[in-house]
């Protein structure tokens, strides 16, 4: 057994131990379920309110069960058996009615008066828990299954590990990533906000927010114009008819805002774009010559996201997305998804992203209902992407069952900076939907051949975007993209005049200031411009009005730096004009 398995037997063992801790200290309780996770574990409890005050005393009764040195038994029950020793426990009994009548049911003792429905494997004896290092971290509510039609029980998080120092540096971990949660970073900056009469999952642009939203919209859109990308509008919805056509509306209803009817017609909320750009396709008779067609859309769709899913704007019911669909010819293919790829790593380069990897995502064979298409259409697909991503010798893996239902595509799988791997980039090829949709274009003998389609987004959700930057950055913007550039301070009421002029030229070349003018102490002034994360704050002065100076404290330092203000502004375009990273 190696360590990592060791150490999923050990917080195995210790949810059993935090159960039968929870049962003692309340008697009422019934039990869910209590499995490892990749920091510890958790276990699910109905019938139980606790607060953080709590915590202190559950810790210690699980000590109290350590130093018993209780025995882990494992016993082979029927299934009869089985109910009858949980009849009391109504989520077990749920659980142990799916099985075979004739499966052998394991059941594991921990000491004599208490035991779980567990496969295991456990630690013998509570004693090699001893020097285990646990910590409960929080406590939450989960619906029963992860479904919102079931009960909220209540969930005890736990972190564990086999030494003290991989707890203490997750739990650092843990609070870095508070710091750099961007919900919270969202906030205080004035990006975004969310109000249930508005509705969840549904957030709404500050201001600050909406410039953050433009500057990333236009930083795109003039790539992909380089490129020879197409823009174009659509509608936020669209008829039925649309989406069976699609084949969304069997394989992706139950993501979808429901049907509303107008005119005898039915209207869904839009999931997604490609729909509309095969009918954009279709509108004009194409040939060889003319592909391939690039069409791109910064476009807002809408999915039904269950409401314990919504984090923030990570993951919302509306969101915007950088889209694109590629009309090319099969001996296309190659040159265009690497062409794609290219314009991914560019960008990330531009934003200093390094920590991603890419992934081929694949069908599942096992489950193929998931999926429309025929088989060969599939294996054609696959083939193609696997093909490229081994000419392009770049580093990646596959995972099955993660493809789109039309076909198989590359992700660019990124780490943020608290720990979740995210889907930020992706390319889709897709010999589906011109089929479903009749594309063709004219060849060069004159016949009617069908177009390839490639799916591919770049920043991929806006909204999703914004968030992995605000945690990658703490906030902490480069220059080119902050809401706000330039933070003027005066001293005294005597610089107004000369802090109006300097922000009125900063304006004229569409630099974005704020200046503070009132009557509060410079320190305190400082302090405020310092938690709005702008990248330069200027503190004028007498000296700096008769001078024609500016005191210039860049964002990564607490020393000013007084320079002639064309010489400040020469270094501030620069750094916006070449999107430099701070």
Same mark, same amino acid.
């Given at each position: 057994?190696?360590?990592?398995? $060791? ?45 953080? =005050?709590?915590?202190?005393?559950? #810790? ?68 090699? !828990? ?11 509510? =989960? ?5 919102? %039609? ?11 590990? !086999? ?20 919900? $919270? ?40 114009? =380089? ?16 989406? %069976? ?68 704007? #990570? ?38 992203? $390094? ?21 060969? &259409?599939?294996? $054609? ?35 943020? =900076? ?121 503190? !004028?002065?007498? %000296? #700096? ?26 270094? &501030? ?10």
């Amino acid at each position: 057994m190696n360590d990592e398995q $060791k150490q999923e037997m050990y917080r195995h063992s210790m949810s059993h131990v935090m159960a039968k801790a929870i049962k003692q200290l309340y008697p009422g309780v019934k039990l869910a379920i209590g499995p490892a996770i990749d920091n510890g574990f958790y276990y699910d409890f109905d019938n139980l309110s606790i607060t953080q =005050a709590d915590f202190e005393k559950i #810790e210690a009764k699980m000590r109290d069960i350590i130093a018993n040195n209780e025995d882990f038994v494992r016993k082979e029950v029927t299934k009869t058996e089985a109910l009858e020793m949980f009849i009391d426990e109504p989520y077990k009994t749920e659980l142990i009615n799916e099985l075979p009548l004739d499966e052998k049911i394991t059941v594991y003792y921990t000491g004599e008066d208490f035991y779980d429905l567990c496969r295991g494997p456990h630690v013998e004896n509570t004693k090699f !828990l001893r020097g285990f290092s646990f910590k409960i971290n929080r406590v939450n509510g =989960a619906y029963w299954r992860g479904s919102e %039609k079931n009960k909220m029980l209540t969930r005890i998080y736990v972190y564990g590990f !086999l030494n003290k120092d991989d707890l203490k540096e997750c739990i650092r971990l843990e609070e870095e990533a508070k710091q750099r949660d961007h919900r $919270k970073i969202g906030k205080e900056m004035g990006v975004f906000m969310f109000n249930d009469l508005v509705g969840k999952g549904l957030p709404m642009w500050l201001p600050k927010g909406y410039i953050l939203r433009r500057e990333l919209s236009d930083y795109i859109i003039d790539k992909e114009l =380089a490129l020879g990308y197409q823009h174009v509008m659509t509608p936020s919805l669209g008829n039925i008819n649309l989406y %069976k056509t699609s084949g969304h509306w069997e394989h992706y209803k139950e993501d979808m805002f429901p049907a509303m009817e107008v005119d005898d017609e039915g209207y869904v909320l839009r999931p997604m774009n490609c729909p509309h750009h095969m009918v954009i396709y279709k509108n004009f008779m194409h040939s060889y010559r003319d592909l391939p067609l690039r069409l791109a859309e910064i476009a807002n769709d809408f999915r039904f996201e269950a409401s314990g899913s919504l984090c923030g704007i #990570e993951r919302t019911r509306a969101f915007t997305q950088n889209d694109s669909h590629i009309f090319c010819r099969p001996d296309q293919i190659k040159d265009e998804i690497e062409g794609v790829i290219k314009l991914i790593l560019d960008v990330y380069k531009d934003f200093g992203f $390094k920590n991603y990897k890419l992934r081929l995502s694949l069908r599942d064979k096992q489950n193929t209902d998931k999926y429309f298409g025929n088989d060969d &259409l599939w294996e $054609k697909s696959e083939a193609a992407l696997r093909e490229i991503l081994k000419n392009s010798g770049a580093d990646y893996y596959e995972a099955v069952g993660e493809a789109a239902f039309y076909g198989p595509k590359i992700d660019v799988q990124v780490k943020s =900076a608290i720990g979740h791997d995210i889907t930020l980039s992706t390319v889709q090829l897709d010999y589906q939907l011109p089929e479903r949709f009749e594309l063709e274009y004219i060849d060069e003998n004159n016949d009617r051949q069908r177009p390839v389609v490639i799916h591919r987004a770049i920043l991929g959700s806006l909204d999703r975007f914004v968030a992995f930057i605000l945690e990658e950055t703490k906030g902490l913007l480069p220059t080119w993209l902050s809401p706000v550039q330039v933070q003027i301070i005066t001293v005294n009421e005597n610089i107004i005049a000369y802090a109006q002029d300097v922000e009125n030229k900063l304006k004229s070349l569409k630099v974005r200031v704020e200046t503070d003018f009132s009557n509060e102490s410079v320190g305190k002034k400082i302090r405020s411009a310092v938690l709005s994360k702008s990248p330069f704050i200027l503190v !004028l002065g007498d %000296k #700096e009005r008769t001078e024609n100076t500016v005191a210039v404290r860049k964002r990564s330092s607490k020393d000013t730096e007084t320079m002639p203000y064309e010489q400040f502004e020469k270094m &501030l375009l620069d750094s916006i004009a070449n999107k430099a990273l701070n």
